[in-house]
C-alpha cells in the first residue's frame, strides 16, 4: 500500500530499484529462516528456542562485520552481550527442564535452530547491502 500511495517516490511495484534476483535471495533466505526455525521447535522446547533466537544479534553482528564491514563501537557489542546472558539467564531454567518430543534427540533442533540464526542473519544482512546499499532501493521495496 505504502509503495501505491507514495506516488512513485518510494519504489515501485512494476520497476523495483533492485533485480528481481535480490529479491529472490531474500525471499529463499527468509523461507530458510522460518523453516529451520519452525523445523527446529519439534525437537527442542520453546524456552531453548527463545535463548537461540535472542542470541542472533550476536551472528547477525558477525555477518555484518564479515559481509558488510561495518565496525561496531564497544558500547554495542556490550549491549549487545548484555542483552543476550539476559535472555539466556532469564530462558534457561525452563530450557532443560521441558524437551520436545518425548524422547527425541535434541541435536535436529540445535542444528535446525542454527541454521534459522544463519538464515536470518545473512538475510537481513543481504537486504543492507545488496538491497539497500547497491541498488539504493527503499525499505517499502523490501
Given at each position: 500500500l505504502e509503495i501505491t500511495f507514495s506516488g512513485g517516490k518510494e519504489g515501485s511495484i512494476t520497476s523495483p530499484s533492485a533485480p528481481i534476483t535480490s529479491y529472490m535471495i531474500l525471499s529463499v533466505c527468509t523461507y530458510g529462516g522460518m523453516f529451520?526455525?519452525?523445523?527446529?521447535?519439534k525437537y527442542i522446547s520453546y524456552p531453548t528456542r527463545i535463548i537461540f533466537k535472542g542470541a542472533k544479534p550476536v551472528p547477525t553482528m558477525l555477518m555484518?562485520?564479515?559481509?558488510v564491514g561495518k565496525i561496531f563501537a564497544r558500547a554495542?557489542?556490550?549491549?549487545?552481550c548484555v542483552l543476550v546472558v539476559g535472555i539466556i539467564i532469564f530462558s534457561a531454567a525452563d530450557a532443560g527442564s521441558k524437551l520436545g518430543k518425548a524422547?527425541?534427540?535434541p541435536t535436529w533442533g540445535y542444528l535446525f535452530m542454527c541454521g534459522?540464526?544463519?538464515?536470518d542473519s545473512f538475510t537481513s544482512n543481504f537486504e543492507k547491502k545488496v538491497i539497500f546499499r547497491q541498488h539504493k532501493a527503499t525499505h517499502c521495496e523490501a
Open positions: 529451520c526455525t519452525n523445523s527446529g521447535i555484518e562485520y564479515l559481509y554495542e557489542i556490550v549491549a549487545v524422547g527425541s534427540d534459522g540464526v544463519i538464515f
